[in-house]
């Protein structure tokens, strides 16, 4: 019951007062804005390791000689995603036998 009054209170409070109202909104939607990038970058940084993921699975299978249509039916990739894998991978090795 405590707590009930104390939300009454701060209730009450906070309507009596427009400036104290207009800084809790703000500060609210601070907090609400907040979490919305953190969950935004969250999300992005789940998508970008999961594509990180697709494309070293199939550098590695690249590695092994599998077949491209089988890479990406496991990968989920595009052939020419792929493709642009193999050519990357390939130029790598070039540079470094340069060395």
């Known amino acids: 019951m405590t707590n009930h ?15 104290t109202k207009r800084l809790a909104y703000l500060r609210e ?6 979490q919305a990038a953190i969950a935004g970058a969250t ?6 390791g999961i594509q990180t993921n697709k494309i070293e699975t199939a550098k590695k299978m690249l590695a092994k000689n599998v077949d491209i249509d089988f890479i990406s039916e ?8 792929i493709e642009n894998i193999k050519k990357i ?10 060395l």
């Not at 939607?29 to 907040?34: T, Y």
């Not at 999300?43 to 970008?48: A, D, H, K």
């Open 43 to 48: 999300r992005r940084g789940r998508e970008e």
């Open 5 to 19: 009054k104390n939300g009454d209170e701060i209730l009450e409070y906070l309507a009596g007062d427009e400036g």
């Open 89 to 98: 991978c390939k130029n790598n090795n070039l540079n470094k036998s340069n």
């Open 74 to 81: 496991i990968t989920g990739l595009t052939k020419e995603e």
């Open 29 to 34: 939607k601070a907090i609400r804005d907040e």
